[in-house]
């Protein structure tokens, strides 16, 4: 097993890596702070893995995914799953005021997640093999007041990994969606209100390592419940959904 991961010290990301790494994966960090990535290395290698290796690259500013993506692949000694685990939530009342901050919300979470993907669909494609796994939002499912600007970048990065998904149908590679409920990580640090339906990234970590191998369709909530929480949110009457402060 070979994994790439790109956004690697995100907590989600991390908690995955421990999992590959105990089955004794190779594994590529990438990230844009060196120090966490070489730290987490070290952890992982101590943790079983047969590799694990680092590179710096700020995601959304690469000017050459795929040639990249090709160093990625021969640093890791080839691809098998591609884990595109970065993000940001950004503010949205800051977005709703200033375009350029909108953008670079959209930028982070959708531009950026496609161009990588679109990357790595092209090489599974050119070795007819490999999964993709992608980590998306319920967030996307509908658009809330309080979240609506990462809420369409990941509702656009959902409907980006059910292309490739399409795209590959009945040829060997695959394309995974993820899409954890709110999570206790770094970037809902400040929220308020954690309760039953919170998640450790632990718990989401769990589904992205079993869900790779065995998920039959395209995307994946998770927990599972939330296909169910989503399905009556996006059926909610607009009346009743505009009086409620979700
Ligand atoms: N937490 C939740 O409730 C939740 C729910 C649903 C989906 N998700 C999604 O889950 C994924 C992982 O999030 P998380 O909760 O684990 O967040 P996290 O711990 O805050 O990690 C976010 C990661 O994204 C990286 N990143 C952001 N912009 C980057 C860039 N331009 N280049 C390289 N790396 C960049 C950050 O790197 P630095 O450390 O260098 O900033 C950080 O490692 C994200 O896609 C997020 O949208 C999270």
């Excluded at 047969?50 to 691809?79: H, K, Y």
Aim: hydrophobic share 50%; glycine share 8%; charged share 20%.
């Amino acid at each position: 097993m070979r994994l790439v991961i790109l956004g690697a010290t995100s907590a989600i990301a991390e908690a995955t890596a421990r999992l590959y790494a105990a089955e004794g994966a190779a594994i590529l960090l990438v990230g844009r702070n060196d120090q966490r990535l070489s730290a987490m290395a070290n952890d992982l290698r101590e943790r079983g893995a047969r590799l694990a290796e680092t590179t710096v690259c700020d995601l959304v500013s690469e000017p050459d995914v795929m040639a990249r993506l090709e160093e990625f692949a021969a640093l890791a000694g080839g691809i098998d799953h591609f884990l595109i685990a970065y993000g940001v939530m950004g503010l949205q009342g800051e977005a709703e005021k200033d375009p350029a901050a909108a953008d670079a919300v959209l930028r982070v979470n959708f531009n950026s997640v496609a161009a990588w993907s679109l990357a790595a669909a092209a090489y599974f494609e050119r070795e007819r093999r490999g999964t993709l796994l992608v980590i998306g939002s319920v967030a996307g499912d509908r658009g809330r007041r309080a979240n609506y600007v990462y809420g369409a970048a990941k509702a656009g990065v959902a409907a980006f990994v059910e292309g490739i998904a399409h795209r590959f149908a009945d040829t060997g590679p695959r394309a995974l969606l993820i899409k954890p409920g709110p999570t206790d990580t770094p970037m809902t640090r400040g929220m308020a209100g954690r309760g039953m339906l919170w998640s450790s990234p632990e718990q989401i970590a769990a589904i992205i390592y079993r869900q790779a191998r065995k998920a039959r369709g395209p995307v994946v909530y998770a927990p599972w419940f939330w296909r169910y929480v989503m399905l009556i949110i996006r059926n909610l009457p607009v009346r009743v959904f505009n009086r409620m402060d979700i």
